[in-house]
């Protein structure tokens, strides 16, 4: 009986406000962010985990999946934008986060923030999103530990150009603790070296550990 009348609140809510997935449109239930097909599209893929390239200042990466598998989903998050994604993207780097038992032991987590120019030409951090979404699905305790000085993106550079215009482009924001070990977010990873850059700037306040964690890695 009080289910059947769960059900019928469920499906008059359905009618008054329709929902729809946020990749394909597709009608769903108002609960939902995406629909089936699109969510094993996220999810269907397999997580890479640790990923094998050396950097001067990061421990580790780790991340999702490659670029191309999840191209679509990280580009409609950043560009359209479509800001209820970045509790799927959240659900996907916790996948990798908990399946570490390395990872899955660092309660401190920061990201790579952006400049403030990007910030208001997209309206909205999309990393430092992703990255609150994250520590509530996770239980860490996130800290701002950075800041981004303004330079020119890095996607309008090549591979050398990046590298040198990274250096300087971080600074420290604000301290709070300083952890042991702490779990830095960013959404792709191509050359290593804003990342990299960001690990540096962490470990000069005394961190020990710096472990990247991406949605994708694109090199
Ligand atoms: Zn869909």
């Not at 997935?21 to 089936?36: G, H, N, P, T």
């Not at 301290?175 to 792709?188: A, Q, S």
Request: with cysteine; hydrophobic share 40%.
């Amino acid at each position: 009986m009080i289910k059947n009348v769960i059900t019928l609140g469920y499906n008059l809510i359905n009618q008054l406000f329709p929902n729809t997935c946020v990749l394909c449109e597709q009608k769903i239930d108002f609960r939902q962010i995406l629909c089936q097909d699109c969510r094993e599209k996220v999810f269907g893929v397999f997580p890479v985990m640790s990923v094998n390239k050396k950097f001067r200042f990061l421990d580790k990466l780790w991340t999702f999946t490659k670029y191309d598998e999840i191209r679509d989903v990280i580009i409609n998050y950043k560009f359209t934008p479509r800001i209820r994604l970045s509790k799927i993207l959240a659900e996907a780097l916790y996948k990798v986060y908990r399946s570490s038992p390395e990872l899955k032991n660092i309660p401190h987590i920061t990201f790579v923030p952006s400049t403030k120019v990007s910030k208001l030409q997209r309206g909205f951090d999309h990393i430092e999103k992703l990255t609150y979404e994250f520590s509530k699905v996770s239980n860490t305790e996130l800290l701002k530990f950075l800041k981004a000085i303004n330079k020119k993106p890095q996607i309008e550079l090549d591979g050398k150009t990046r590298i040198s215009n990274v250096i300087g482009k971080y600074r420290i924001a604000e301290i709070k603790t300083i952890p042991e070990k702490i779990v830095l977010i960013d959404d792709i990873v191509t050359t290593g070296s804003t990342i990299d850059e960001c690990a540096k700037v962490l470990k000069s306040i005394g961190i020990k550990e710096v472990h990247g964690l991406t949605l994708a890695y694109n090199f």
